[in-house]
Nanobody
Framework: HVQLVESGGGSVQTGGSLRLSCSASGNIYHHHYLGWVRQPPGKEREVVAA????????YYADSVKGRFTISQDIAKNMVYLQMDSLKPEDTAMYYC???????????????????WGQGTQVTVS
């Protein structure tokens, strides 16, 4: 069993920054990925960032590369998403998600994530 709880969303002006936090508890193991997935209004879900639990290797969608940074603190059971240089197109509901399988498939495939948080809204204007 896994529980994921996001926080830190809000409204920010173009060019501003936000830091999202995810409390990740339960059966999370060394071969799992934790990701941040967003869904803009009227659009499909997109994995914007992911991190491999064991070694901390990170992955980013082209849309956020160079602006967003994912990190984790395993001792505190936390995953973070630092978002800088925000744009209006970053407006979305952001979810923390856990991938437990999928083999060598890309961590940026949203269909492979098994557990999801409730989401936190980010609005950029």
């Amino acid at each position: 069993h896994v529980q994921l709880v996001e926080s830190g969303g809000g409204s920010v002006q173009t060019g501003g920054s936000l830091r999202l936090s995810c409390s990740a508890s339960g059966n999370i193991y060394h071969h799992h990925y934790l990701g941040w997935v967003r869904q803009p209004p009227g659009k499909e879900r997109e994995v914007v960032a992911a991190i491999f639990r064991a070694g901390g290797i990170t992955y980013y969608a082209d849309s956020v590369k160079g602006r967003f940074t994912i990190s984790q603190d395993i001792a505190k059971n936390m995953v973070y998403l630092q978002m800088d240089s925000l744009k209006p197109e970053d407006t979305a509901m952001y979810y923390c998600a856990l991938r437990t399988g999928g083999g060598s498939s890309s961590p940026l495939m949203s269909s492979l994530y098994d557990y999801w948080g409730q989401g936190t809204q980010v609005t950029v204007s």
